[in-house]
């Protein structure tokens, strides 16, 4: 306790350094750059919940997060009594409002940014239901293309927050899976071994030059040449550098999975049935540079009440996997028995990442009282929590970023009339970047 709180007075006196200059220079007053939100409950996201509790935002970062907290007394204020503040929820997979287009085959360049029209765009669906940024993916079979990272701003000149996060693959049958997979990969390998020709070419053109300068070189010595005219060519100069020739940008993406590049993208794999997964096993191990790598870990399920998803909820927890799933109640085949698969998921060490179970207004607006219904059905808080914030973020490596509210991270925020886990629980205020962009006030 001793600790935290000379860490308090620390930051707080760091703060006042920070704006104290400014005011001395004439800067601009200190509400423009110091903000306060307070609320009657702050879920941080890191086990600890304040009551009541206020966040300081500093030159768009979150500087402090406690209660009773000391900042500049011009500060911009926030004040949302009997309200409950928590990290801005992440949708992890959307093509809500993208214009309509499937991709089919391999197509990784892809960007879904193609399909966006900012005037016609919904962002106002996402704020109303508290998701903060989004991960919009293109449609199709195969690998159409890939995930870009957005904030849901009604009006941005920096939307992009991630330009590629990941590879979806969709595969629709045991055929399309195996097609997809084998056409892909082959394709890349293609594009490694042009440049390897090409390599190999250039190599061998060096060493011919190599040994013609040095033949000319000999002759000229046998001819009684000045070894100073040996040569026009400068003894500095360099030979040129390897071009390698351009690959095909549908398949680049694959080709980095192929050499285990730092940057290659990780691959999510939509099953629409618990069999596809063994099939997309096998599938990947029929590629040879793939066979002997541990199995793809990030999956997509369905919503559905009636699959058998409850079949490989032991291969997933092996894996410890990473699902995104609509928080829905299935049952066994054929019987009137529940299983909740999220809930099994979770238990077992997997990452949950919750998503709609529609991929519009309503099922958005759904998703705190599905995760209500699972929490009652025996998921934790805290996971039903994190899987709409620091676990998609994570997914789509932004945890550095956001996910929780912690000091260093960027202030996005959803507050709500109540627990988010409440029945009943309305999102009242939409922040992003510190900025209320969605308030329900407004829309009385």
């Not at 097609?179 to 020709?197: H, L, N, P, Q, T």
């Not at 999510?268 to 002997?292: C, M, R, T, W, Y």
Request: contains cysteine; glycine residues 8%; aromatic residues 6%.
């Amino acid at each position: 306790m001793k600790r935290r709180y000379f860490r308090s007075v620390i930051r707080f006196l760091l703060l006042i350094l920070l704006v104290q200059p400014l005011t001395l220079m004439g800067a601009p007053d200190d509400s423009q750059r110091v903000t306060v939100i307070r609320a009657g409950r702050v879920i941080t996201g890191t086990g600890e919940v304040l009551e009541p509790g206020e966040v300081v935002i500093v030159e768009g970062k979150i500087s402090l997060v406690g209660n009773q907290l000391e900042y500049p007394k011009n500060a911009r204020l926030i004040d949302a009594p009997g309200q409950t503040l928590m990290a801005g929820m992440i949708l992890a997979r959307s093509s809500h409002g993208l214009q309509s287009l499937s991709k089919n085959g391999t197509n990784c360049n892809w960007s879904p940014l193609r399909q966006l029209n900012e005037e016609s765009m919904p962002w106002d669906d996402f704020l109303e239901a508290g998701f903060v940024a989004a991960s919009l993916v293109p449609a199709g079979s195969g690998f159409p293309g890939h995930a870009v990272v957005v904030k849901t701003t009604p009006e941005s000149s920096d939307r992009v927050i991630k330009a590629a996060a990941y590879l979806p693959l969709n595969g629709r049958s045991p055929t399309g899976i195996y097609s997809s997979v084998g056409k892909g990969f082959d394709a890349a390998r293609g594009e490694i071994e042009k440049v390897k020709k090409a390599r190999e070419k250039w190599d061998k053109e060096q060493e011919e030059a190599k040994k013609k300068a040095e033949e000319e070189a000999k002759k000229k010595d046998g001819d009684g040449a000045a070894t100073e005219q040996k040569s026009d060519k400068p003894e500095d100069e360099k030979p040129k550098e390897f071009e390698p020739p351009q690959m095909n940008p549908a398949v680049i993406e694959l080709v980095k999975i192929l050499e285990e590049n730092d940057d290659a993208l990780p691959i999510v794999f939509f099953a629409q049935n618990p069999g596809l997964i063994l099939h997309l096993d096998s599938a990947i191990s029929s590629v040879k540079e793939l066979k002997d790598r541990d199995p793809l870990s990030i999956f997509i399920l369905p919503g559905s009440r009636t699959g058998a998803f409850h079949q490989v909820v032991e291969l997933l927890t092996e894996r410890k996997a990473t699902v995104l799933v609509p928080p829905a109640l299935s049952a066994f085949p054929d019987t009137y028995t529940r299983i909740y698969i999220p809930v099994v998921l979770a238990r077992g060490g997997c990452s949950l990442v919750t998503l709609p179970a529609a991929d519009n207004l309503a099922g958005m607006r759904g998703v705190p009282a599905k995760l209500a219904e699972l929490v009652r059905y025996g998921l934790s808080r805290e996971d039903a929590l994190a899987s709409v914030t620091l676990e998609p973020a994570r997914l789509l490596g932004l945890d550095d970023r956001m996910g929780t509210v912690e000091e260093g991270k960027e202030p996005h925020f959803v507050l709500f009339d109540t627990d988010p886990l409440e029945p009943g629980a309305r999102v009242m205020k939409t922040i992003i970047a510190g900025e209320v962009v969605w308030d329900r006030e407004d829309r009385r």
